[in-house]
């Protein structure tokens, strides 16, 4: 059974940092494509970055591109999101999500993604 469990959400003052945590159970992480997504309070979830199974390549939402940078770690089943230059736009719950397709790809779709994290909150203050 797969289980996705994030952690590192916080209130941290702009201009600060954060590194978001996830924890993925089951024996396919190795072979999938994982990513972020992140959904502000009274909008549509949002694609934050994704990385490809073997980390050769990812992709990170221009939003965000300079400030936020997506890694992992197949022999310890986690993925990693680290956030820095934080502004209160970046005020969010952030999901962690895994596809279930198999191959070499990264994903943007949430609809491609098929296992979800229950999320983390990150608030960023001015």
């Known amino acids: 059974q797969v289980q996705l469990v994030e952690s590192g959400g916080a209130l941290v003052q702009a201009g600060g940092s954060l590194r978001l945590s996830c924890a993925v159970s089951?024996?396919?992480?190795?072979?999938?494509?994982v990513g972020w997504f992140r959904q502000a309070p009274g909008k549509a979830r949002n694609f934050v970055a994704t990385?490809?199974?073997?980390?050769?390549?990812?992709y990170v939402a221009e939003s965000v591109k300079g400030r936020f940078t997506i890694s992992r770690d197949n022999a310890k089943n986690m993925v990693y999101l680290q956030m820095s230059d934080l502004t209160p736009e970046d005020t969010a719950v952030y999901y962690c999500?895994?596809?279930?397709?198999?191959?070499?790809?990264?994903?943007?779709?949430?609809?491609?993604?098929?296992?979800w994290g229950q999320g983390t909150q990150v608030t960023v203050s001015s």
């Open positions: 999500a895994m596809t279930d397709y198999d191959g070499p790809s990264y994903y943007v779709r949430s609809d491609d993604y098929h296992y």
């Open positions: 089951g024996h396919i992480f190795s072979m999938r494509a």
């Open positions: 990385i490809n199974r073997s980390s050769a390549s990812d």
